[in-house]
């Protein structure tokens, strides 16, 4: 009998050693297509003014939508920001999803707001709008607060996706920091192809940035180490991941926190589905599946530097919440659109963004926490196997140090936004160090995500929001 | 499993040394370019010094009957010293001098008019960057090409006219753009002839940096965009027809009336009431009632929209039945169009609200509050 377990554990670590390869390989050819694609990008950017599309009146109108549940922290902050951007004509539209805390008495207080007779046209499903206002100073004209009757952030959006007037919705949080030219940027990839549906932007992290008057002034990091340690996940996920995917039309995934839509195809779709804690990556997804099943050209596009800040978690427990959730969903918008995983019709993503999702994201976590479990398995039963053992450590470690290594310095190479040299030096070092801890508790997390998922766990987590009115966190 | 193993050990330590190294090469890199980047700016200022020196320096009158090389002549003195000293550098550091002071120029050009400016413009040919440049406009990579049709223009040189014009049709659209951009600065409104008449499938993209060209003309490119309304191609119908609306000169409105009737495009006829619509001429006022029966529903929806702006009260009796409409957005279209024909469209609207439909009633009062009417009222 110990010698089945003794082969099985051997086994399974020879097969994650394996995995581990082929991951790095991947990777490998990830991070060079993104190495590819940003440099492109940059050399197209360099003849791309931008000013053009504040002064042309050709330039399409947008609505953002922010949602906001329980944000009286930080939503009066959060809208004058929005209400300055560099663009246009341009509507906010705040959905205050039914609050429990003075989220919409701030709002209206703040900016005047009168109940508007505007007619809500219910084109996707949604709770009951219980009112819409509007401003009555004319500096704020382009303001307008949905009250609604609570259900979640995908049902807030769909809410607002019907309210909006314009062809064009950006769908953001409501504490996300938009850069001044973010829209601008967002924008230009519709303008520049006219099957483009969908565009996502960069999500940074703000914790140790400075903020003034709802713009980040300065870059930095916290001194704390959990939002340092995302900062190089948000690399890895953002400047090589989705840089990559995207040069393939295969983008499964536009942050919630950030991006633009094409409102036609968003309606035609149905909207966001509300009964999924990962609305965001399910609503690219059916557009992906949608748009193939039509045989409708179409393109869904990530743009490396339109900037939108985020707060993000500074404690294990909200980080874990997090994780989980981000898990949860993944799992859940993989189950709902199985029938396109290896399915040619699909093209790259049946055959290729799904695969890698499944296979790396998805059980990735599961198949190198049980590998940890074996290696103690058998060094308890004391039939470990050294080399492999040795083997299993080097491959398991290098593989995240490359990758994320790999992904602070194509921040480096691109865009810089860590000007000062000690923050590089302190990103490499993270890069290494989060191998060390932090990666084996984050798919641990993870794990416990496809856990909670099969058990009926469907809850959001909560995230107390401190607001960035403070100047340097 | 050994020799298995030592391969794998050896593929990874190389791995990681790769990692390393590339580590290594991007923190050179980045010290290369920051003292490159020192460099430049220590001759920029050194030859923005001399620039300025050779701009402001007095030339001795010339009689009137002398030829125009004597000018040249003059200019040639001025800037001979700066190509002696560029000619007795290294190759490596001429480029280096070349590139801080073609920059130096560049930026000078940009705000300076008159005799400086014949000055800048000859510096720029004597010292061989106009052909250098023009050179550049053949390479395989499409970042050169748009490079220096940008510099190009920036350089004044009418030489690069017909590069210029070549690289319009480029298959790649920045070096269109870039093209478009200077041959407007060296040609001025006449370029825009050809450059209507090259477009082909605009972008929005394109469209919107060629609307802020058009606009700086004002009603100098009204006739261009009035020949473009001839074109095969939509995006460029669309776009002139746009540009007519926001320019503003009622000359336009025959030429679209003609359009509307004789396209079978129903994209143009929309777009077209729109112009229509905003240039606000009564002679529309016939062709856009007709088009209320169109069976497309953008042109009806684009003809409610331009008749409200064009008849006023007369307007009021056509558009009033569309309220009544099954369709909101023909409901909501109509209910604007009242809004904008004036006081008896208003009263239309508030009668309206009292209306058994409640749709009707609620989009009534909607556009009464968005054109203010209902505050006033209050």
Request: charged content about 20%; glycine content about 6%; proline content about 3%.
């Amino acid at each position: 009998m110990e010698a089945l377990v003794d082969l099985i554990l051997n086994s399974y670590l020879v097969f994650v050693v394996l995995y581990f390869i082929g991951v790095n390989l991947t990777y490998t050819v990830l991070l060079a297509i993104s190495v590819r694609e940003i440099i492109n990008h940059m050399r197209h950017d360099r003849f791309s003014n931008y000013r053009l599309i504040v002064q042309s009146e050709l330039t399409p109108p947008v609505s953002i939508l922010a949602p906001a549940y329980n944000e009286e922290a930080t939503v009066i902050q959060s809208v004058k920001s929005l209400l300055k951007l560099g663009y246009g004509k341009y509507e906010v539209v705040v959905i205050n999803d039914g609050s429990k805390d003075q989220t919409l008495a701030q709002l209206t207080a703040e900016f005047e707001m009168y109940r508007s007779r505007q007619v809500y046209n219910p084109r996707i499903e949604a709770k009951p709008v219980r009112g819409i206002y509007k401003s009555r100073l004319p500096e704020y004209k382009n303001l307008v607060v949905v009250d609604k009757e609570n259900g979640g952030k995908a049902d807030a959006l769909n809410v607002g996706i019907n309210v909006a007037r314009y062809e064009y919705v950006c769908c953001i949080d409501a504490d996300s920091i938009l850069e001044d030219d973010a829209l601008q940027k967002v924008m230009k990839s519709f303008l520049e192809d006219e099957h483009v549906i969908a565009v996502g932007g960069i999500v940074r992290i703000a914790n140790g940035c400075e903020v003034v008057n709802g713009r980040v002034v300065k870059v930095g990091l916290s001194n704390q180490l959990i939002p340092v340690f995302q900062v190089i996940e948000y690399f890895r996920a953002f400047l090589s991941g989705r840089m990559s995917w995207q040069a393939v039309n295969g983008l499964l995934i536009i942050s919630g926190a950030f991006g633009l839509f094409k409102r036609a195809a968003v309606l035609e779709v149905g909207g966001y589905k509300h009964d999924t804690v990962g609305e965001d990556m399910e609503l690219i997804v059916r557009l992906h599946r949608f748009k193939r099943e039509k045989r409708q050209p179409y393109r869904i596009v990530f743009v490396p530097d339109p900037v939108c800040w985020t707060e993000a978690p500074d404690t294990v427990k909200v980080l874990s919440r997090q994780r989980n959730r981000w898990h949860r969903g993944l799992l859940d918008t993989m189950l709902i659109h199985r029938k396109m995983f290896l399915n040619p019709q699909y093209g790259v993503i049946g055959m290729a963004a799904m695969p890698y999702f499944v296979f790396v994201e998805l059980l990735g976590p599961v198949i190198e926490f049980f590998g940890y479990l074996a290696m103690v398995v058998l060094l308890i039963m004391g039939s470990l196997n050294l080399q492999l053992g040795i083997l299993f450590f080097i491959v398991a470690l290098f593989y995240g140090v490359m990758y994320s290594v790999g992904a602070v310095l194509l921040e480096e190479l691109s865009f810089q936004r860590y000007p000062n040299p000690r923050d590089l030096a302190l990103l490499l070092s993270f890069g290494v160090l989060e191998n060390f801890g932090y990666r084996q508790l984050t798919a641990w997390w993870r794990v416990k995500g496809i856990w909670d998922y099969f058990r009926g766990k469907n809850a959001w987590g909560s995230m107390q929001r401190k607001g960035f009115s403070t100047s340097k966190k | 499993m050994p020799l298995q193993f030592l391969i794998l050990i050896v593929l990874a330590v190389a791995a990681a040394i790769l990692s390393v190294l590339t580590a290594i090469v991007v923190v050179i890199r980045k010290t290369i370019d920051r003292n490159r980047a020192k460099t430049q700016a220590r001759l920029y200022q050194i030859y923005a010094a001399r620039c300025s020196e050779l701009l402001l320096t007095d030339l001795p009158p010339l009689p009137v009957d002398s030829k125009p090389s004597s000018l040249f002549l003059q200019y040639e003195s001025l800037i001979e010293p700066t190509k002696r000293s560029l000619a007795g550098m290294v190759a490596t550091r001429r480029r280096v001098h070349r590139e801080a002071l073609q920059q130096v120029l560049v930026d000078f050009a940009q705000d300076i008019s008159g005799d400086s400016s014949r000055r800048l413009v000859y510096f720029f040919y004597t010292l061989g960057f106009v052909d250098e440049e023009l050179r550049l406009t053949k390479s395989r990579r499409w970042w050169i090409r748009a490079n220096a049709a940008r510099t190009l223009g920036l350089l004044g040189a009418k030489k690069a006219i017909a590069a210029l014009t070549a690289l319009l049709e480029d298959p790649h659209p920045d070096v269109r753009h870039q093209a478009m951009q200077s041959l407007v600065k060296l040609v001025g409104p006449d370029a825009l002839r050809t450059i209507l008449r090259i477009s082909r499938n605009l972008s929005r993209w394109s469209a919107i940096e060629l609307s802020v060209v058009v606009s700086s003309f004002k009603g100098t490119a009204v006739p261009y965009l009035i020949e473009a309304l001839r074109s095969r191609d939509q995006s460029v119908v669309l776009f002139a027809a746009e540009m007519l609306a926001e320019i503003g000169l009622v000359t336009a409105v025959e030429p679209l009336m003609h359009l509307i009737r004789t396209t079978i495009d129903t994209t143009i006829q929309a777009q077209s009431l729109k112009t229509l619509g905003r240039l606000g001429d009564e002679r529309a006022r016939n062709l856009v009632a007709d088009l209320l029966k169109s069976k497309v529903q953008p042109v009806r929806l684009s003809a409610m929209e331009a008749l409200g702006k064009i008849s006023g009260s007369e307007a009021v009796e056509m558009l009033k039945p569309w309220l009544a409409s099954r369709l909101q957005e023909e409901k909501l279209v109509a209910a604007r169009a009242l809004a904008t024909t004036g006081v008896e469209g208003i009263a239309v609207l508030r009668a309206a609200r009292a209306e058994n439909d409640e749709l009707t009633a609620a989009i009534a009062d909607q556009v009464l509050e968005e054109f203010g009417a209902q505050r006033e009222e209050a």
